[in-house]
C-alpha cells in the first residue's frame, strides 16, 4: 500500500501539495433559537457554526454530550474553551471519537502541542536527502509549524481545526496533554468552484487535508478514524459535503479514501504533468449525517 500521508489529501505546504485557503468566515446561524441550546456566541456568530439544518444534527448534538457506543469503540461529542482546548474539569469524556482504541480531540492551542502536530506532519511530507538530511528535515518542521500557527490564528474556530489522534483507552478517556499525537487531520471550510460544481444546492464544504500518522503507527486504523471525526465534525458545524484530495497514482489513499465513502468525481487535466506536478483526482462524499442528492 502506498504511503496514504504522501497524498495531496494530507497537503499542508505550497511545497508540490495544493494550498488550503486561508477563507473568510460569513456564517450566520440560521438555526431556530429554541434549538441553539448550549451554543455560545461571540461576537454575533454561532461558536459551533450551525447551518440551520435541524434533522440529524440536532439528533447528534442533542444535549452537550451525546454518546453511542459500538462493537469498535465509542464516539462522543466534545465542548471547547475559547482557548480551543477541550474542556476537562467536569469528569466528561473530551474525545470528539474514540474507536479501536484510538481518541481524536481538536488539537489545543499551545507551542508543545503545536509543534508536536507540525513533527507528525513534518515526518509524513518531508521528502529525504542524501545530504544534510537532518538539518533540512528541521528546517521543513519549521515551516509546517508556522503555516500551522498562521492557520490558527487567521482562521475562525467554526472555520478551521486541527484534529488530533492519540492513544485512547477506556479506562483513561481525559484529555492529558502529556499524551504522544500519533496522527493529524486539518479540517477547512471552503467554497472552490471546482468542487462545487459537483455538489448540489450548497455553498460550502469541508475540504480534508493534511492527514497524517506517524510511521511507526501506520496501519493501526489511526487515519479511519480521523476520517470519521472529520465526519462528526461535518455535523457539528452543519455541513452535507466533505472532500479532500488525492494523487492519482496513490490507490492505496484512495483505497481508503473509498472504504470511508468517497468517490472520485474529477481529475487535474494531463497537461498539469508537464510542469512537473502530479495529477490529482478530487474526492467527494456527502456526510453520513445528512441525506443528500449526491451527483
Known amino acids: 500500500m502506498a504511503n496514504l500521508s504522501a497524498s495531496p489529501a494530507t497537503s499542508i505546504l505550497s511545497k508540490g501539495f495544493p494550498h488550503d485557503p486561508v477563507q473568510k468566515s460569513r456564517f450566520t446561524c440560521r438555526t431556530p433559537a429554541p434549538s441553539r441550546r448550549s451554543c455560545l456566541r461571540s461576537s454575533q456568530k454561532c461558536r459551533l457554526g450551525h447551518g440551520g439544518r435541524s434533522g ?20 462522543g461529542v466534545v465542548s471547547e474553551d475559547e482557548s480551543g482546548k477541550a474542556g476537562v474539569g467536569d469528569g466528561q469524556d473530551k474525545y470528539l471519537l474514540r474507536e479501536f482504541g484510538w481518541g481524536v480531540r481538536r488539537m489545543a492551542k499551545v507551542g508543545e502541542e503545536m509543534s508536536k502536530v507540525a513533527h507528525v506532519q513534518a515526518e509524513a511530507f518531508h521528502t529525504p536527502v542524501a545530504l544534510l538530511n537532518d538539518l533540512f528535515f528541521h528546517m521543513f518542521k519549521a515551516e509546517v509549524l508556522s503555516a500551522l500557527m498562521y492557520k490558527v490564528r487567521s482562521s475562525p474556530p467554526e472555520r478551521y481545526a486541527c484534529l488530533v489522534a492519540e492513544s485512547a483507552s477506556a479506562h483513561n478517556s481525559l484529555w492529558e496533554p502529556l499524551k504522544e499525537i500519533v496522527g493529524v487531520v486539518d479540517v477547512t471550510v471552503q467554497r472552490d468552484d471546482d468542487v462545487l460544481c459537483h455538489i448540489q444546492g450548497e455553498q460550502e464544504y469541508l475540504y480534508i487535508s493534511g492527514i497524517a500518522v506517524l510511521t511507526k503507527f501506520r496501519r493501526q486504523k ?68 445528512y441525506k443528500t442528492d449526491f451527483i
Not at 56 to 75: I, K, P, Q
Not at 229 to 244: T, V
Not at 245 to 253: I, L, N, S, T
Not at 277 to 288: C, F, H, I, N, T
Open 222 to 289: 489511526i487515519a479511519t478514524v480521523l476520517l470519521k471525526a472529520c465526519d462528526l465534525l461535518s455535523a457539528l458545524w452543519g455541513f452535507s459535503y466533505l472532500a479532500l484530495r488525492a494523487h492519482e497514482d496513490d490507490f492505496g489513499a484512495q483505497r481508503l479514501y473509498s472504504n470511508a465513502g468517497y468517490k472520485v468525481v474529477s481529475r487535474d487535466p494531463i497537461w498539469i504533468t508537464w510542469i512537473g506536478k502530479k495529477q490529482r483526482v478530487l474526492m467527494v462524499k456527502p456526510s453520513p449525517f
Open 56 to 75: 440529524a444534527r440536532e439528533r447528534l448534538l442533542g444535549r452537550r454530550f451525546v454518546g453511542c457506543s459500538s462493537t469498535a469503540g465509542e464516539v
